[in-house]
């Protein structure tokens, strides 16, 4: 989530997230949602009624920025890229200010842009916070799929077959047999 963090404080603002209904977007709806913010999400239009489901405003197709006007009169303040889908450059446009715009996925993109470019990192503080809104039904993680930890080359080529994936390993030979997750991911 620290695509999120560059981006500031999310509480009244306005946010639009680019791939909002994949497994890292719908966990930055969530997550922005349940912190006080306005979330517009673009994704396909069979994937509306869960981006619905999650709080956002869901949006697709040609017209961005015209889009997003209807959606938000007031404009948006700050706007996360998750899907690299060649839309960096509408977003900057969308915001108006380069430096309101974090990607975690338009590498070629973002730095002649000059949005804020984040890799993934296991951030105990993010991770924390999020298990927090686990606890409180704000925050659900999805799990599609539960893989062998010696199938670990097959997960990360893995397509998904839900529209929503979130992908995780064998809990027993992970954790050790009968230890699990709780709701929220946890070990027990």
Known sequence: MG?????????????????????VGSVAVEITVAQGATVIGTASERNHEFLASLGAAPTYGAGLAERVATLAPSGVDIALDTASSGSLADLV????????VSTIADHTNAPHLGVHLVNAENDSTLLTAAAELGQQVLYTPRIERIFALDEIADAHIHPGVSPHPRTVFDQDRVLGPGRGLDPVGLPM
Request: net charge negative; proline share 3%; hydrophobic share 40%.
């Open 3 to 23: 695509g999120l963090e560059v981006l500031g404080p999310r509480q009244g603002r306005t946010l639009l997230i680019e791939g909002a209904a994949g497994g």
């Open 93 to 100: 446009t969308v915001v108006d200010d380069a430096t309101r």
